[in-house]
T-cell receptor, first 113, second 115 residues
Framework: RKEVEQDPGPFNVPEGATVAFNCTYS??????FFWYRQDCRKEPKLLMS???SGNEDGRFTAQLNRASQYISLLIRDSKLSDSATYLC??????????????FGKGTKLSVKP | EPEVTQTPSHQVTQMGQEVILRCVPI?????FYWYRQILGQKVEFLVS????????KSEIFDDQFSVERPDGSNFTLKIRSTKLEDSAMYFC?????????????FGEGSRLTVL
């Protein structure tokens, strides 16, 4: 099983659509979970952290299910500017430094007018 | 807004040559990292650096790699004898070390092409 697994997409959606991304991770010792965004040929940027209680930031909602080792991201009312690759990221845990992050390969989103 | 800066943005080198990639982390950050991303692949952790020493390194970070903080601002990655498979985008990142924020600030990357 891959350490962090995501549907590669691409997801092609019209503006205003709601889109959901899923991610599974294999390391049960991971303690921190994130969604990063990466534009084409650019650096990753933190979109949001993911907490067990679920959390929302504007149009973005993230959920974590530790028992299933499953993370999700929901984007509502998608904008053209949301077009990017969304990276599911977990920390390595078991004493690994907090910056030792395991990235998924990413899910590509393309929002069309 | 403070940012991580990297130079060069693109370097082309011959196999077997030494390469030094440079980074200036955000000034009040204490933790520094190098990641790499081979074209079309995932971002991979190479090494973390804190208090002037390596705190953790991955299997990728073998003896041909080294890092250094030669002064108070620069953080460098040296690849001693480059191989074709070292061709990738190398990202420097820094963080302030706040537990569980997980927010690493990445530079724009240095693209290394080994011929």
């Amino acid at each position: 099983r891959k350490e962090v697994e995501q549907d590669p997409g691409p997801f092609n959606v019209p503006e205003g659509a709601t889109v959901a991304f899923n991610c599974t991770y294999s390391n049960s010792a991971s303690q921190s979970f994130f969604w990063y965004r990466q534009d084409c040929r650019k650096e990753p940027k933190l979109l949001m952290s993911v907490y067990s209680s679920g959390n929302e930031d504007g149009r973005f909602t993230a959920q974590l299910n530790r028992a299933s080792q499953y993370i999700s991201l929901l984007i509502r009312d998608s904008k053209l500017s949301d077009s990017a690759t969304y990276l599911c990221v977990v920390n390595r845990g078991y004493g690994g430094s907090q910056g030792n992050l395991i990235f998924g390969k990413g899910t590509k989103l393309s929002v069309k007018p | 807004e403070p940012e991580v800066t990297q130079t060069p943005s693109h370097q082309v080198t011959q196999m077997g040559q030494e390469v030094i990639l440079r980074c200036v982390p955000i000034s009040n950050h204490l933790y520094f990292y190098w990641y790499r991303q081979i074209l079309g692949q995932k971002v991979e952790f190479l090494v973390s650096f804190y208090n002037n020493e390596i705190s953790e390194k991955s299997e990728i970070f073998d003896d041909q790699f080294s890092v250094e903080r030669p002064d108070g601002s620069n953080f460098t990655l040296k690849i001693r004898s480059t191989k074709l498979e070292d061709s990738a985008m190398y990202f420097c990142a820094s963080s302030d070390g706040q537990a569980n924020t997980g927010e690493l600030f990445f530079g724009e990357g240095s693209r290394l092409t080994v011929l």
